[in-house]
């Protein structure tokens, strides 16, 4: 351990979240870039992703199936989905020590009929150690699932509907991930945290940088003014 600040690693807070999905290939580009890359390479992020497809029934692997009832399109059928939940959840029993195994992952759905991601909830879902996500497809996935109890969480990045649950899982990693201890580098975090005191999470304010004048448009005079008081009061005057 040596040059290792060994006392920091009481707040090296790792994460695991695995991810049901159809298309893992979807999750490469998004994932293996920029701040969330650092992240798991830090290993702080652990994303584990599992093939739904290796869950299917039968020669061509079926995991989806017609609705009853009739109507287009197809669901997601409880039998493969459930099997593919439980075979992660006993991963963790068999965790080192059982560390992971003394609770299990809160397991969410991303649906459009979910309740709205917010910023509240993201970093509600931080504190977590273990999320598991299921990426849906089609029509969506069979009831069962979610009234048999197999889903804590059905959760929408919007009020609009996609081709599949991938995007929208990792936009709900990526707002997790981020908040994360260790994962925004330290002056990513020190503004972070003066965001959040008094002039919103959102940064709701308009931002400036070099050059001071570009084809005629100026820097407005109080952010050169180097007086921290009005900048502050003009910055909130400016939310929204
Ligand atoms: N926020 N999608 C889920 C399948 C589906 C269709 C209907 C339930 C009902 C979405 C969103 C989203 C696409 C994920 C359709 N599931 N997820 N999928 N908006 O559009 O989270």
Redesign the pocket.
């Given at each position: 351990m040596a040059g290792k600040n060994v006392t920091s690693l009481k707040y090296c807070a790792v994460m695991r979240i695995d991810i049901l999905t159809l298309f893992p290939g979807m999750f490469e580009g998004p994932l293996t870039e920029s701040i969330l890359q650092r992240a798991r390479e830090k290993e702080l992020l652990d994303l584990r992703f599992h093939d739904l497809r290796s869950f299917g029934l039968g020669k061509y692997k079926q995991i989806d199936d017609s609705p009853y009832g009739g109507g287009a399109g197809m669901v997601m059928r409880v039998d493969v989905i459930v099997k593919a939940i439980e075979a992660v959840m006993s991963e963790g029993q068999k965790g080192k020590r059982g560390q992971e195994g003394q609770e299990g992952p809160l397991r969410i759905?991303?649906?459009?009929?979910?309740k709205r991601l917010t910023q509240t909830k993201v970093e509600r879902l931080a504190k977590k150690k273990w999320l598991l996500l299921l990426?849906?497809?089609?029509?969506?996935?069979d009831q069962r699932i979610i009234d048999g109890g197999w889903i804590d969480e059905e959760?929408?990045?919007?009020?609009?509907?996609?081709?599949?649950?991938e995007l929208?899982a990792m936009v709900l990693i990526d707002a997790v991930a981020r908040q994360i201890p260790g994962v925004l580098g330290k002056d990513e975090s020190a503004q972070e945290e003066s965001f959040s005191a008094s002039l919103g999470r959102k940064r709701e304010y308009p931002h400036y940088t070099r050059p001071e004048e570009f084809r005629g448009l100026t820097v407005p005079d109080v952010l050169l003014s180097g007086n921290h008081r009005k900048i502050g009061e003009w910055r909130i005057d400016k939310i929204k």
């Open positions: 759905y991303l649906s459009p009929r979910g990426c849906g497809h089609y029509e969506g996935i959760i929408s990045i919007g009020d609009y509907v996609l081709t599949g649950g929208p």
